[in-house]
């Protein structure tokens, strides 16, 4: 699929990555080179509302608009939404246990999907992936204050990603499990402006349109503001910062 | 917003009225975060004064490049004269730790993204110390702590503290135990440094007066091949404890009131600094189980300055040179807290968050039926001296549930073994803990702190006769539903002392019942 960027993201790709330096020099040849960054400049290009972005990723309910323009073609994902509470920690979302599957592993990665949120207590009748199955109907989680908090397992936003989850709405986050849902591409954690989790019912038909911020509940009919996903947009939508690094021209194409 | 500075000692902020034990008001704190980072708290407690909000420094040209302890330690790492908060800087890494649950996720994409042959970029400023699942039959657990040998060897990595004798720790000689109290163990916390660990308690290493936080798999493998870390610089909450600690409170009682006061999301994306003549009089495991609990706030560092206790602590352990760095005099901070910690009482978290403040002596009727001491928190020497104190103090009481003990390292465990415990007659604290009918202490891990492997030793497991509950009073860092293994397990958080007193009762226990 074809992705374009605006023209402020190109020219920062292109002005600031250069490689005529690299910032640091490990022992190796195989090390990766990286350009040196200046300090005034972010790391991710501020993604502007006229950037084309389309996303080209695994989970079945994610259906990307067509891009007649090369103005904004926003994503959207459209599923059932799966409702939880405040601080929902770490331990909730993937249990102790099950930390001894390695994430990079493939097979252990989608074993570790079917366990997630395994750890919500029985007071959550509906369970969020039925017994012997290994992937969750719900493609999209709506949380309260501090989801995410606890650990810094990356086995978390992991777990939900594997699990079918393509985004998570809540009111607000746990730091390092932000950063891991960015860093891994795993789960867009989207933040709402209220609380959602006390509007919506697990089971309800969602969409949410990214590139307009908005999530619309169809079986209440109801809509909702939510907070522009930034900077961590692109870096998801390129699958996690590696290969954003890479898209970006930041780090060389793999070998 | 008050824009009032704060001048000298405030002991003019404290209403008088609010003097004395009964004011306390322990309620547990609302879980919602304040939306106005920059609001002041409505509740007033007798050991704290009115939260500050941002002092405005005088706008001379020294106050514009002032800068917080951690704004200083990530300018210096990012080679930048200036940082504030809120700047996304790339930072040099000293250290990189990672364990046997997140190394091997780690060494994947290591591996992955910057090729199987790859080299990191300092084979000596990686230290891998498997502590999380070892005395375990579960074969993957044993499996991950292969994979770190196999990369260590490798590699040539020089700090491995391995361990292939499961059935003998002791027959282990680089083997340490818990991640966190082995890096202060062996000399990798620093002061000025920057420390990164795949774990959210690495904070724990900021009581050296170094940057110090959690962070992922991904983020691991990154700096394992690159060396550096883009980070996004937090504005820093000030924590001022001042007044002589009663010999009834542990630095667990301080940031469970810290805790309960902030919530568990009210230091999210900011630093703690920790100052004051209490913080001061701390030794360095206390102030280690002030930092530890950073992250159960949210808290993305805390920081302790460094002193001659840590300079002290330092000597023999390491002979790397270091800078200390310390915060400006007029270093601009999101807020401030007051505490007098003289009034303060024994303090537990009751299930399930470590926000659910309350006093131990108000749980009294709260029946429990197990104590665990161990963990990064609540495992070092110092935490087991304390817990043997008690016991010496009560006149040798049994304990009347089982009392599970897990030093955190090998050096722990020793020390449990050798060192004599004040007023016992030279007794050490493994005698003491026979005496009294405690479960012999473990094998050195991070043990059933996070529940683990079924079979891992005082695991919280599915109780046997129903419907008894499991109540435990444990000296660990979080109690979320099914934290120590089963979900409806209820956990206690606590200090040493209390779990102690606890045991002794079979009930949640004030230790002044003891003590005094």
């Given at each position: 699929?074809?992705?374009?960027?605006?023209?402020?993201?190109?020219?920062?790709?292109?002005?600031?990555?250069?490689?005529?330096?690299?910032?640091?020099?490990?022992?190796?040849?195989?090390?990766?080179?990286?350009?040196?960054?200046?300090?005034?400049?972010?790391?991710?290009?501020?993604?502007?509302?006229?950037?084309?972005?389309?996303?080209?990723?695994?989970?079945?309910?994610?259906?990307?608009?067509?891009?007649?323009?090369?103005?904004?073609?926003?994503?959207?994902?459209?599923?059932?939404?799966?409702?939880?509470?405040?601080?929902?920690?770490?331990?909730?979302?993937?249990?102790?246990?099950?930390?001894?599957?390695?994430?990079?592993?493939?097979?252990?990665?989608?074993?570790?999907?079917?366990?997630?949120?395994?750890?919500?207590?029985?007071?959550?009748?509906?369970?969020?992936?039925?017994?012997?199955?290994?992937?969750?109907?719900?493609?999209?989680?709506?949380?309260?204050?501090?989801?995410?908090?606890?650990?810094?397992?990356?086995?978390?936003?992991?777990?939900?990603?594997?699990?079918?989850?393509?985004?998570?709405?809540?009111?607000?986050?746990?730091?390092?499990?932000?950063?891991?849902?960015?860093?891994?591409?795993?789960?867009?954690?989207?933040?709402?402006?209220?609380r959602v989790c006390e509007e919506c019912r697990t089971g309800d038909v969602i969409t949410?349109?990214?590139?307009?911020?908005?999530?619309?509940?169809?079986?209440?009919?109801?809509?909702?503001?939510?907070?522009?996903?930034?900077?961590?947009?692109?870096?998801?939508?390129?699958?996690?910062?590696?290969?954003?690094?890479?898209?970006?021209?930041?780090?060389?194409?793999?070998? | 917003?008050?824009?009032?500075?704060?001048?000298?000692?405030?002991?003019?902020?404290?209403?008088?009225?609010?003097?004395?034990?009964?004011?306390?008001?322990?309620?547990?704190?609302?879980?919602?975060?304040?939306?106005?980072?920059?609001?002041?708290?409505?509740?007033?407690?007798?050991?704290?004064?009115?939260?500050?909000?941002?002092?405005?420094?005088?706008?001379?040209?020294?106050?514009?490049?002032?800068?917080?302890?951690?704004?200083?330690?990530?300018?210096?790492?990012?080679?930048?004269?200036?940082?504030?908060?809120?700047?996304?800087?790339?930072?040099?890494?000293?250290?990189?730790?990672?364990?046997?649950?997140?190394?091997?996720?780690?060494?994947?994409?290591?591996?992955?993204?910057?090729?199987?042959?790859?080299?990191?970029w300092d084979r000596e400023k990686i230290v891998i110390i498997p502590d999380h699942y070892?005395?375990?039959?579960?074969?993957?657990?044993?499996?991950?702590?292969?994979?770190?040998?196999?990369?260590?060897?490798?590699?040539?990595?020089?700090?491995?503290?391995?361990?292939?004798?499961?059935?003998?720790?002791?027959?282990?000689?680089?083997?340490?135990?818990?991640?966190?109290?082995?890096?202060?163990?062996?000399?990798?916390?620093?002061?000025?440094?920057?420390?990164?660990?795949?774990?959210?308690?690495?904070?724990?290493?900021?009581?050296?007066?170094?940057?110090?936080t959690g962070i992922g798999n991904t983020d691991a493998g990154f700096v394992m091949g690159?060396?550096?870390?883009?980070?996004?610089?937090?504005?820093?909450?000030?924590?001022?404890?001042?007044?002589?600690?009663?010999?009834?409170?542990?630095?667990?009682?301080?940031?469970?009131?810290?805790?309960?006061?902030?919530?568990?999301?009210?230091?999210?994306?900011?630093?703690?600094?920790?100052?004051?003549?209490?913080?001061?009089?701390?030794?360095?495991?206390?102030?280690?189980?002030?930092?530890?609990?950073?992250?159960?706030?949210?808290?993305?560092?805390?920081?302790?300055?460094?002193?001659?206790?840590?300079?002290?602590?330092?000597?023999?352990?390491?002979?790397?040179?270091?800078?200390?760095?310390?915060?400006?005099?007029?270093?601009?901070?999101?807020?401030?807290?007051?505490?007098?910690?003289?009034?303060?009482?024994?303090?537990?978290?009751?299930?399930?968050?470590?926000?659910?403040?309350?006093?131990?002596?108000?749980?009294?009727?709260?029946?429990?039926?197990?104590?665990?001491?161990?963990?990064?928190?609540?495992?070092?020497?110092?935490?087991?001296?304390?817990?043997?104190?008690?016991?010496?103090?009560?006149?040798?009481?049994?304990?009347?549930?089982?009392?599970?003990?897990?030093?955190?390292?090998?050096?722990?465990?020793?020390?449990?073994?050798?060192?004599?415990?004040?007023?016992?007659?030279?007794?050490?604290?493994?005698?003491?803990?026979?005496?009294?009918?405690?479960?012999?202490?473990?094998?050195?891990?991070?043990?059933?702190?996070?529940?683990?492997?079924?079979?891992?030793?005082?695991?919280?497991?599915?109780?046997?006769?129903?419907?008894?509950?499991?109540?435990?009073?444990?000296?660990?860092?979080?109690?979320?539903?099914?934290?120590?293994?089963?979900?409806?397990?209820?956990?206690?958080?606590?200090?040493?002392?209390?779990?102690?007193?606890?045991?002794?009762?079979?009930?949640?226990?004030?230790?002044?019942?003891?003590?005094?």
């Amino acid at each position: 699929m074809a992705v374009s960027y605006s023209s402020s993201l190109s020219s920062f790709a292109a002005a600031a990555f250069s490689e005529t330096k690299a910032s640091i020099a490990p022992a190796s040849s195989q090390a990766v080179r990286f350009a040196s960054i200046s300090s005034a400049r972010p790391f991710i290009a501020p993604l502007t509302s006229n950037s084309t972005v389309l996303r080209n990723r695994r989970a079945s309910f994610v259906t990307p608009r067509a891009a007649a323009e090369s103005h904004s073609s926003p994503t959207s994902f459209h599923g059932l939404c799966y409702v939880v509470g405040d601080n929902i920690d770490t331990d909730q979302i993937i249990p102790a246990e099950y930390l001894t599957l390695v994430p990079s592993n493939p097979a252990e990665y989608e074993k570790l999907g079917s366990y997630a949120l395994i750890g919500l207590p029985a007071s959550y009748e509906k369970r969020f992936i039925e017994p012997n199955e290994t992937k969750t109907k719900y493609s999209i989680v709506i949380g309260g204050e501090n989801f995410g908090c606890g650990s810094s397992r990356e086995h978390a936003p992991v777990a939900l990603g594997a699990a079918g989850v393509a985004a998570v709405v809540a009111q607000s986050y746990a730091r390092i499990f932000f950063r891991n849902s960015v860093a891994t591409g795993e789960v867009y954690p989207l933040e709402s402006e209220v609380r959602v989790c006390e509007e919506c019912r697990t089971g309800d038909v969602i969409t949410i349109e990214l590139g307009e911020s908005r999530l619309i509940n169809h079986t209440t009919g109801k809509e909702y503001k939510l907070q522009p996903i930034g900077d961590a947009g692109p870096v998801i939508e390129a699958g996690g910062i590696f290969a954003y690094a890479r898209k970006t021209g930041m780090i060389p194409q793999s070998a | 917003m008050a824009s009032s500075t704060i001048a000298s000692p405030s002991a003019s902020f404290i209403p008088t009225k609010e003097l004395g034990r009964s004011a306390f008001s322990p309620a547990s704190s609302p879980f919602s975060v304040p939306k106005c980072r920059k609001s002041i708290s409505k509740k007033i407690v007798s050991v704290m004064a009115p939260q500050q909000s941002e002092r405005k420094p005088a706008a001379t040209g020294s106050v514009k490049t002032a800068m917080t302890m951690t704004e200083k330690i990530l300018a210096r790492a990012s080679e930048k004269t200036h940082l504030s908060p809120g700047e996304n800087v790339w930072v040099d890494v000293d250290i990189l730790m990672t364990h046997d649950v997140c190394g091997p996720g780690s060494i994947g994409i290591f591996k992955k993204e910057f090729g199987q042959n790859a080299k990191v970029w300092d084979r000596e400023k990686i230290v891998i110390i498997p502590d999380h699942y070892i005395f375990t039959n579960d074969e993957r657990a044993n499996r991950n702590v292969d994979i770190l040998r196999d990369f260590c060897a490798e590699q040539n990595i020089k700090y491995f503290y391995d361990i292939q004798d499961r059935g003998n720790f002791k027959a282990n000689p680089d083997y340490k135990g818990v991640c966190h109290i082995a890096l202060a163990q062996e000399g990798h916390c620093r002061p000025g440094e920057v420390l990164l660990g795949t774990d959210s308690h690495t904070c724990t290493a900021g009581a050296f007066g170094q940057f110090a936080t959690g962070i992922g798999n991904t983020d691991a493998g990154f700096v394992m091949g690159a060396g550096k870390l883009l980070l996004k610089v937090p504005p820093t909450l000030r924590f001022v404890m001042d007044g002589e600690m009663p010999d009834y409170i542990l630095a667990k009682d301080l940031i469970l009131q810290i805790i309960g006061e902030i919530s568990v999301a009210g230091a999210t994306y900011k630093s703690m600094e920790f100052v004051g003549s209490t913080v001061e009089s701390l030794n360095m495991e206390e102030r280690m189980t002030l930092c530890n609990m950073v992250v159960e706030a949210g808290g993305k560092n805390g920081v302790v300055p460094a002193d001659s206790t840590t300079f002290k602590y330092l000597e023999d352990k390491t002979s790397l040179p270091y800078e200390p760095v310390y915060s400006d005099q007029q270093a601009r901070f999101l807020s401030e807290y007051r505490f007098d910690i003289s009034k303060l009482e024994p303090i537990v978290a009751k299930p399930h968050s470590p926000d659910n403040r309350a006093l131990a002596r108000e749980c009294k009727d709260v029946k429990i039926d197990r104590v665990y001491i161990g963990s990064c928190t609540g495992g070092k020497t110092e935490d087991f001296m304390a817990a043997a104190k008690l016991f010496v103090a009560s006149g040798y009481k049994k304990v009347k549930v089982p009392t599970f003990l897990v030093p955190a390292t090998q050096k722990v465990w020793m020390d449990v073994y050798s060192l004599p415990v004040p007023g016992s007659g030279g007794k050490t604290c493994s005698q003491i803990f026979e005496e009294v009918g405690c479960d012999t202490p473990a094998s050195p891990s991070c043990g059933a702190c996070l529940g683990g492997p079924k079979d891992t030793y005082a695991r919280m497991n599915e109780p046997k006769l129903r419907p008894l509950l499991q109540v435990c009073v444990s000296t660990t860092n979080r109690n979320f539903p099914g934290r120590m293994g089963h979900k409806e397990g209820e956990i206690y958080l606590a200090s040493p002392y209390t779990a102690a007193a606890s045991a002794l009762t079979g009930y949640v226990t004030d230790p002044r019942d003891f003590l005094q």
